[in-house]
């Protein structure tokens, strides 16, 4: 119980009551996150909601994160998941990446920086410290820079995407 209220008191939405969260289908998604989060930054506010979408995870919302704790909170997403896609709403590119992805049946978290507000531009340039890449769609597959959309299909059109799929043991 504990965990279902330091939860809900993390995010900055209103309509994420307990009473929500208990009754979400993803609320054990939810609480893992959230519990990873506030263990590993006990000290920040940073809090993130998954919710699924086109049979991919989504990260939706993240409160202010600033310097290194943010950088961790990058580094530890990529290194936890064994796909994450950072991508852009509109991008077609990361509509690319996100539908070849589906079609593997392979569920990536993804990053929606449009849709995390102020930290998206911020997380985007952690992005550019770490990989030298400064758009999006920006791929990770057990722990590794993938590179953009380019690099992930000429992965797949060259039967290697889904050797490192399998071994990131992703499908």
Known sequence: ?????????????????PTYLSQNPNYHSLKFIANNLYHHHKSSSTAILTIRKHGARKIHA???????????????????????VYSKTWCPYSSEVKSLFNQLGVQPVVVELDEIGAQGPQIQKV?????????????????????????????????ELEALLAEAKSI
Not at 64 to 77: C, I, M, P, Y
């Open 1 to 17: 119980m504990a965990a279902t209220s330091h939860l809900a008191r993390t995010f900055t939405s209103a309509s994420l009551s």
């Open 127 to 159: 992005l550019e410290q770490l990989t030298g890449q400064h758009t999006v769609p920006n791929v990770f597959i057990g722990g590794k820079h993938i590179g953009g959309c380019t690099d992930t299909v000429k992965l797949h059109r060259n039967g």
């Open 62 to 84: 993240m409160s202010a994160s600033f310097g290194s704790r943010l950088e961790d909170t990058v580094k530890k997403t990529i290194t936890d998941n064994p796909v994450v």
